[in-house]
């Protein structure tokens, strides 16, 4: 009898342990990779910052701490552990949408693990960016998803206009190896019933809770809450995205969807399996009526197994599995209101089959075991470490009293020094302004609109003290985000004869930091030329970047926060001319401009 008691006690052990959100085993979840259930698990596998070194381990309870964890170290595998709510506004509101850019990002590195320490942990007023990157896990804590403080009204998005917005709560953008796991995702206290109606349309501040675009690639979301939100998340984000296909290879399970309007997901594209998870919700809610769960878009191949929907009014699967066109969705063994699934009227021809071990449990455990183990606090972390979260001693800035022959810090709020060029076209706007990062200094931003091309020029009397053509120029300039060019360009300007011959460096910006570049420009006869391009990573609303460019003779060169990148030789040009920036139509923030004789 003994046996047996102990028998009956060791299988209700092992029962409880299959309970859990995960396979138990003696390993901190900070520790953890990405499960063998899901497509992070496949080209190597999802790490994160599972390895990190005790002094990379940081626990943050603040923006300040946060910003230094995520900068200190690198790309080295880092373990983030969140010990309270971070507002990314610190309490003070945004003043617009690029404000909220700059203020707002969690710009995560590669290799990094995020995880909160409990239930009351994650953020508000804030978005979490993973972009052009590669191993991040997130887990266990809250988003409140962020609310854009200004939205753009479109005439031409659908049939009557509307209100569109920025910022997701987490973004992933051609990024690989990502799982996202015991998140919890909520507009709430901000819900869509408080915000106003204008041109006829509620004026909507919140895009999506988790969005995966651009090619991003090998992506677990799993024990997740997403609840009281529109448009949840798009995977893939346009029809002629074509480069997306043979990526978003994303799982979906054991998520929790709770009056979620639509997009759980919305699929173009990709390999998507969904299984286990548990969606609940009106189509008559009073503020977040569910138009459907899952979107079929454009060349999506979706495999279902063993979800379970209980939708109020939902009486078919037409009703929750929405046909966008030339996509495909399969399903085996997922309810509808305690009835089969059925005909979903969309094409079935799904071919692919997952290349890792999954066993969807039984629809008929599914939703007790979702509310039970989804969502944030669900895990205990006690992994150590002592990682400084002390941010580095920022860099001596403003103008000298001596040893420069020009220099504007734009401290006294005006652009006296400077001829400010009505370039043909439409052309944006500069002014003087508070850096949201520090309201205690000041900078110049442009912020674009749809024209480019030297935009602004030091004046002649400002350059008096130049003796000749050589000579360095050096800038912080922070990329911000727009979206009205193709072109990403933005240049120190040198020896400027007009506007269709001077020298140029700086920085080619692109939405994915493995693409982005720093450059040695020419402009001669009207024609530009890039004789030198060195890859290195550029954030846009991000840090300043210290460019300095540098002119001696025929020898031009070109320095990024303090590194020589490269030169060139080229006589074209050897006269002092003048100085200026240049944008190929880029939003940007500029400051502490100096010229200076070069070194020996």
């Known amino acids: 009898m003994r ?72 790309t080295n595998a880092k373990i983030i552990k969140l010990a309270g709510i971070i507002d990314m506004s610190e309490g003070r509101p945004y003043t617009s949408s690029s404000d909220q850019s700059t203020r707002g990002a969690v710009r995560l590195k590669s290799n990094t693990t995020m995880i909160g320490t409990g239930a009351n942990t994650g953020f508000v007023n804030g978005h979490i960016v993973v972009s052009g990157i590669s191993q991040v896990i997130l887990r266990n804590f809250k988003i409140v998803n962020p609310c854009d403080v200004g939205p753009v009204w479109d005439p031409d998005d659908g049939s009557t206009g509307n209100w569109n917005s920025a910022f997701d709560g987490i973004g992933v953008t051609g990024s690989d190896h990502v799982w996202v796991d015991h998140v919890t995702f909520t507009d709430a206290p901000k819900t869509d019933d408080q915000l106003p109606v ?44 074509t480069g997306d296909e043979g990526k978003l290879r994303i799982t979906f399970n054991n998520n929790l969807y709770r009056d979620v309007a639509s997009r759980a997901p919305r699929v173009r594209f ?60 399969k399903d085996n063994g997922s309810q509808l209101n305690g009835n089969s699934l059925g005909a979903c009227g969309v094409s079935s021809s799904v071919s692919w089959t997952p290349p890792y071990a999954s066993s969807p449990r039984a629809t008929s455990l599914v939703k007790d075991h979702v509310l039970a183990q989804a969502g944030a606090g669900k895990l205990t972390t006690s992994v150590g470490g002592d990682g400084n979260t002390d941010p580095d001693p920022a860099p001596s800035l403003g103008c000298t009293a001596t040893g420069l022959y020009f220099c504007d810090d734009f401290e006294g709020g005006g652009t006296a020094q400077w001829d400010l060029l009505p370039v043909a076209g439409a052309n944006g706007g500069f002014r003087v302004q508070d850096d949201a990062a520090d309201s205690a200094n000041q900078v110049l931003q442009y912020t674009a609109a749809s024209t480019g091309g030297v935009l602004a020029l030091v004046k002649d009397s400002a350059l008096a003290n130049v003796p000749s053509g050589d000579y360095y ?62 890859a290195r990573p550029i954030a846009m609303d991000g840090p300043f970047y210290t460019v300095r460019f540098e002119l001696k003779g025929s020898t031009v060169t070109v320095y990024l926060d303090g590194e020589q990148l490269g030169a060139i030789t080229d006589s074209a040009f050897t006269a002092r001319g003048r100085i200026g920036l240049y944008s190929a139509n880029k939003s940007f923030q500029i400051d502490d401009v100096k010229v200076g004789a070069p070194a020996n």
């Not at 990709?270 to 548990?278: D, E, L, P």
């Not at 911000?480 to 020298?503: E, I, Q």
């Not at 570049?517 to 402009?523: P, S």
């Open 3 to 74: 046996h047996l008691a102990l028998k009956a006690a060791l299988s209700a052990a092992l029962l409880s342990t299959a309970f859990l959100g995960h396979t138990a085993l003696a390993v901190d979840p900070a520790r953890e990779a990405a499960p063998a259930d899901g497509w992070a698990s496949q080209g190597g596998g999802t790490r994160g910052g599972s390895a990190a070194a005790a002094d990379q381990v940081y626990t943050v309870s603040n923006r300040t701490q946060l910003l230094a964890a995520i900068n200190n170290g690198g």
């Open 198 to 241: 204008e041109n006829g349309h509620v004026k909507q501040c919140h895009d999506g809770a988790l969005d995966i675009t651009k090619a991003s690639d090998y992506v677990t979301v799993s024990y997740n809450v997403f609840e009281l939100h529109n448009k949840n998340t798009l995977v893939g984000g346009s029809d002629s995205a």
């Open 270 to 329: 990709g390999q998507v399996h969904v299984f286990n998870n548990y969606f609940t919700g009106s189509r008559s809610h009073q503020t977040y009526p569910v138009s459907y769960s899952i979107g079929v878009g454009k060349a999506a191949k979706i495999l279902s197994n063993n979800n379970v929907f209980e939708i109020a009014g939902a009486q078919s699967c037409p009703d929750v599995v929405e046909d966008f066109g030339s996509g495909a969705f």
């Open 473 to 534: 120029v050096e800038a912080r300039i922070r990329p911000m985000t727009n979206s009205t060019t193709a072109n990403k360009l933005l240049y120190l300007v040198t020896r400027y004869k007009d506007a269709s011959n001077w020298y140029g460096a700086g920085l080619n910006v692109q939405s994915s930091t493995s693409s982005t570049k720093v450059e040695i420009a020419k402009m001669q006869a009207g024609t530009l030329s890039r004789p030198k391009q060195v």
